[in-house]
């Protein structure tokens, strides 16, 4: 019988592993009988249940616990946050060049702020289009930049985008669902107005996230599903409570976690050390800027990232080429070719995210078989990309 191919999971940015204490909360609740909209005693549980992890979500964001709004994840906290709070096409918007499709989608209209080869957001560049908007007396309504990139792990400078963004009246949004549980979020503190989250980024269950609202006088969300009283009448339709209950605790536990940002750093830093000396004329992107301690995206010259990713694979190696949310399309990074990344060279780019179970074994067994891989592309790797 063959051997059985060991298991290693590197694609944390993807979605984390459920941490067993949330499998534990969302067993317990799946076993409970209870809309949390109704009003007799089982009714009246499930809501507790809403209301408590309402709460820790808060305490992630930094926030109050009335101003979060449930959502099924991310991409919706997105949506609603700007396509039904600002679905005016004639709205001046600005988002940074590297949001998340769900952003760029959200407002298509929108002004994209450019990026330097650092993939941070241009602020000179926002100060001059926020100015010129006040010249042509249109009124800035929204800039939305993200906390940190999903693809590259770069930290973006949120505090001074804020207070360029509201010097000139415009609010700001964020989508922080890469940054969330891996660095910590005050949302007073960055000037964030608007902050989406994601359950599945943190150890939580896919399938739920969160839009939060700063205290900002006047702000005010607008429902994106319609329908029903829920989520105070800002998000229609009964609420999946175990999912919830699951994100609830997945947040709680990532905020207790925060002293392990320091591990997996060092487990990035040599894993980074480690390929440069495998392939040194591999270039890993964001290497001087900030970024989260568990993010690497580097290239292996010559090679597709879908030869890499595939070969991983075969070993047991779990990885992803960019975004996983392409459906499964491996082509030339958006985020990379906006950074200025020739063409070639971010074909064949990879990250490798880490998270909460990930030991030095895991990093050992990527790195034995990327050089393996290294070694079988000799040719290619030292050609030019």
């Given at each position: 019988m063959?051997?059985?191919t060991r298991?290693?999971?590197l694609?944390y940015n993807?979605?984390a592993?459920?941490?067993p204490?949330v499998?534990a909360?969302?067993a317990e609740?799946?076993e409970?009988?209870?809309n949390?909209?109704s009003?007799h005693?089982f009714g009246r549980?499930?809501?507790?249940?809403v209301?408590?992890?309402?709460?820790?979500v808060a305490a992630?964001?930094?926030?109050?616990f009335s101003?979060?709004?449930?959502?099924?994840?991310g991409t919706e906290?997105?949506?609603q946050?700007?396509?039904r709070?600002f679905?005016d096409?004639?709205t001046?918007?600005l988002?940074?060049?590297v949001?998340?499709?769900s952003?760029?989608?959200?407002v298509?209209?929108?002004?994209?702020?450019?990026?330097?080869?650092d993939?941070?957001?241009?602020?000179?560049?926002?100060?001059?289009?926020?100015?010129?908007?006040r010249?042509?007396?249109?009124a800035?309504?929204?800039?939305?930049?993200?906390?940190?990139?999903n693809?590259?792990?770069i930290?973006?400078?949120?505090r001074?985008v804020?207070?360029t963004?509201h010097a000139?009246g415009?609010?700001v949004h964020c989508?922080?669902v890469?940054?969330?549980?891996?660095?910590?979020?005050n949302m007073?503190?960055l000037?964030?107005n608007?902050?989406?989250?994601?359950?599945h980024?943190?150890?939580?269950p896919?399938?739920?996230g969160?839009l939060?609202?700063s205290?900002t006088p006047?702000?005010?969300?607008?429902?994106?599903?319609r329908?029903?009283?829920?989520?105070?009448g800002?998000?229609?339709?009964t609420?999946?409570?175990a999912?919830?209950a699951?994100?609830?605790?997945?947040a709680e536990?990532?905020?207790?976690?925060?002293?392990?940002a320091g591990r997996?750093?060092?487990?990035?830093d040599?894993?980074?050390?480690s390929i440069r000396e495998?392939?040194p004329?591999?270039?890993?992107?964001?290497?001087?800027?900030?970024r989260?301690?568990?993010?690497?995206?580097?290239?292996?010259?010559?090679?597709l990232?879908?030869?890499q990713v595939?070969?991983?694979d075969?070993?047991?190696?779990?990885v992803?080429a960019g975004?996983?949310c392409s459906?499964?399309k491996v082509?030339p990074?958006?985020?990379?070719?906006?950074?200025?990344?020739d063409?070639d060279?971010?074909?064949c780019?990879?990250?490798v995210?880490?998270?909460?179970s990930?030991?030095k074994t895991?990093v050992?067994h990527?790195?034995?078989t990327?050089?393996?891989?290294c070694s079988?592309?000799?040719?290619?790797?030292t050609e030019?990309a």
């Open positions: 063959a051997a059985k298991s290693t999971y694609d993807a979605g592993p459920l941490r204490e499998f909360i969302m609740t799946l409970c009988t209870g949390a909209s009003v005693a549980a499930a809501h507790r249940r209301e408590d992890a309402r709460a820790q992630l964001a930094g926030a109050n101003r979060v709004v449930f959502t099924s994840g906290a997105n949506n946050a700007l396509r709070m679905k096409q004639d001046a918007i988002v940074s060049a949001e998340h499709d952003v760029i989608a959200a298509p209209w929108a002004e994209h702020l450019p990026v330097g080869r993939g941070i957001v241009d602020l000179g560049r926002l100060h001059h289009r926020l100015a010129k908007m010249e042509d007396s249109k800035p309504i929204l800039v939305s930049v993200m906390l940190a990139n693809e590259t792990g930290i973006s400078p949120l001074e804020a207070e963004a000139f415009a609010l989508d922080a890469q940054a969330a549980g891996k660095i910590p979020i007073d503190a000037g964030i608007l902050l989406s989250l994601s359950s980024k943190l150890g939580g896919q399938g739920a969160a939060v609202l205290e006047g702000l005010q969300a607008s429902a994106l599903i329908g029903g009283g829920q989520e105070r800002l998000r229609a339709g609420e999946n409570v999912a919830i699951g994100f609830g605790l997945a536990l990532a905020r207790d976690g925060f002293d392990d997996q750093v060092s487990l990035r040599g894993l980074e050390t495998l392939a004329r591999t270039e890993i992107f964001g290497y001087a800027a900030p989260l301690p568990n993010t690497s995206c580097f290239t292996m010259p010559g090679v990232a879908e030869t595939v070969a991983l075969l070993e047991g190696v779990a992803s975004a996983a459906s499964g082509a990074s958006r985020v990379l070719r906006t950074m200025g990344v063409e060279l971010a074909r780019a990879i990250r995210s880490l998270g909460w990930t030991e895991d050992d990527f790195l034995q990327w050089g393996s891989l079988r592309k000799g040719t290619l790797a030019a």
